[in-house]
């Protein structure tokens, strides 16, 4: 029994085909069971001509690697133009062929009436609960009451720092052997605090002033943990990860950005990510994980002080004040 087998130019044709079919409408289909959103994921344009250019060039390889195939897949083609198929079909096909080309590009080329394209919702806020509107970020001024335990503690030489960084503070520790642990930190209030403990004279603004580099150093942290991959460590969206998404994470130093919405929303945004967005804010769906899953409310209020301090933004005031 001979073995059936296809021609190798309706191969070509079936397997372009069929990549086609599935760049176009299995790929968009599997993505809608996979995330279970009421419509398909498409495949961008330019995605679907490089996907079509490698199946062309892998193609053209495999029919030019020998003269054998060569003949194979040339021969439809010469007995069409030969009139073996009745000149009739010859006919239809140079007609046909001509025509279809001609009216793609035609149809890409044309000038075409459209309804402007909708704006990006970077912020969409339809669902944004009202009892954050007022929130305040607790680490932009410090109580009294932390205040007076966080000099007790420096007194005493027993700051604990958030667990992330606490191993890379004990490491320098054991090789350094500091007089007090907050000289792992350079910066001016905190040299200024040790000066006054040493003096047995801290003030609480100084102490207030060092207790707040403590916190901007570990939202800073944190921030470099979790979001520097997408927003960069210029807070600009220009992370390692950021040409990644179809469209790219947003730049806070843009005055249009964090410096617009309140403090309330900002940890309300960072708290529910994309799967928290309105339907509103759909194609764009941001692929920001839902922190609150991951972080505590102290660690997403430190990243969002750090993230105004790197933007240096201030958030809007509510219109309740």
Same mark, same amino acid.
């Given at each position: ?17 069929v ?13 809608? &069971? ?8 498409? @495949? ?27 003949? !194979?897949?040339?021969?439809?083609i ?13 006919? @239809? ?7 279809? *080309? ?10 075409? *009436? ?21 929130l ?14 966080? *000099? ?5 030489? !027993? ?9 890379? *503070? !004990? ?36 102490a ?75 194609p ?5 994980? &839902? ?14 002080l ?14 309740? &004040?």
């Open positions: 029994m001979s073995k059936f087998k296809i021609n190798r130019f309706w191969s070509v044709v079936i397997t372009i085909l990549i086609y079919g599935i760049v176009k409408l299995v790929i968009p289909a599997v993505s809608r &069971e996979i995330t279970a959103l009421p419509f398909p994921l498409t @495949v961008p344009g330019t995605l679907v001509f490089i996907y079509m250019t490698l199946t062309v060039v892998a193609l053209f390889l495999l029919v030019t690697f020998s003269d054998e195939f060569m003949k !194979e897949f040339v021969g439809p010469r007995g069409m133009l030969r009139g073996e198929y009745t000149k009739a079909f010859r006919a @239809v096909v140079l007609v046909v062929v001509p025509l279809v *080309i001609g009216w793609q590009v035609y149809d890409i080329t044309v000038p075409k *009436i459209q309804l402007p394209s909708s704006l990006r919702i970077q912020h969409p806020s339809s669902n944004f609960p009202k009892k954050f509107e007022s305040k970020n607790p680490f932009t001024q410090p109580t009294d009451a932390r205040v007076d335990a966080f *000099i007790k503690q420096a007194k005493d030489n !027993e700051i604990t720092l958030i667990p992330q960084v606490m191993k890379d *503070i !004990e490491v320098w520790a054991e090789e350094t052997d500091p007089d007090h642990m907050l000289q792992f930190l350079p910066f001016e209030p905190v040299k200024k605090l040790l000066a006054e403990i040493e003096a047995d004279k801290v003030s609480k603004e100084t207030k002033a060092a207790l707040h580099e403590i916190d901007l150093f570990e939202g800073r942290a944190l921030y470099a943990m979790n979001c520097r991959p997408c927003h960069g460590d210029s807070v600009a969206g220009d992370g390692p990860m950021a040409d990644g998404f179809k469209l790219r994470p947003i730049n806070f130093t843009d005055n249009g950005t964090i410096e617009t919405i309140v403090e309330g929303y900002t940890f309300w945004r960072v708290m529910n990510g994309g799967p928290g967005l309105p339907t509103e804010a759909t764009w769906d941001s692929a920001m994980p &839902e922190w609150k899953i991951s972080l505590t409310d102290e660690e997403r209020w430190k990243i969002i750090a993230e105004y301090d790197l933007a240096e933004k201030t958030p809007r005031i509510p219109e309740s &004040e």
